[in-house]
């Protein structure tokens, strides 16, 4: 939840008190809760705007707790993250309206934010911005990721076939799954780069920064085929790349290498290497391509999507997709 967000929070569970309840976020009172009767008519929810509090919390893990007026209280782990200095997604229409598992949805509209490679850690929101925009269909995310302990990890993926550049003799390929991984330099836990191809065809390894500093200088190199060798270019420095099962190497005359192992904090199977855990692609900031999971359909009822960035900024669909 966003600090300022202001959104509604919903808590769910029996033996509220009516007329004597109290809620408490990061140990400060939370006013105008609102009690009522959940729809299944066995439980009870509460209801009110998280409250902002960036002089007490400056984003991380604190508690909601839960009191009657007789003195029994119940806490659960609740999260704030600092909002990025973005505006929140805009989402203006998107297409199909209907389809089946694996449908490719486009979504057009604004400030999507594709995978930030500067953060300098996976902790707390870094993980997050390491993935980009998601989506989420009546609320639930439609990726699967690597879960550990109850948080998301990057853990190593490789696949020998086909490989993240590929030369056909003709032109240089990216593997479908580029947009999954993340790249780590083995040597420099906590750095990494992201590939992707520009709208004019060029291929690009970026760090989006150096470590946690973005106002630093971007590395950014144009990557391309000179007379079948694979080369990367960076402010007049040519590097030769080698690629193997588990992602590239660059090395420049004189001996300066980088290494860089594939990541991906999604599912994937182990022997196919489907990253089947990934659903979405940011294409740019003004669009976002997703496949329909397996659900359930509701006809004649659809799903909302919500389109949500790193810092849990978010926008709902005016309309629903219809799962045929």
Known sequence: MAIDSGEEITVTGSNFRQGGIRVFVGGVEVQNVQLELAPSGVNNILKFNAPTFPQIIEGGPTKLTVMNDDGGQASRDFTYVKSLQQDPPLLLDFTPKSGTKDTVVVIDGDNFLAPNPSVGTTSGMGIYRLIGSRILMDGVDINEYNVVDGRIELVPYSNYSPQLIEYDGHTLNLADYYHSIILEDKNRANNFYTIYQDVRGNIILSDGGSGSDQSSIINEFYIYEDNGNLIAEKGGQVYNISVNPSGITLTRD??????????????????????????????????????????????????????ENPDTKKIHSQGQVLLL
Do not use: A
Request: net charge positive.
């Open 254 to 307: 004189g001996g300066e290498s980088l290494e860089l192992i594939m990541k991906t904090p999604y599912k994937f199977d182990d022997n196919t290497k489907e990253i089947y855990g990934s659903r979405v692609k940011v294409v740019d900031k003004n669009r976002i391509e997703f496949k329909i999971p397996r659900l359930t359909s509701k006809l004649p009822d659809g799903y909302t999507i919500t389109v």
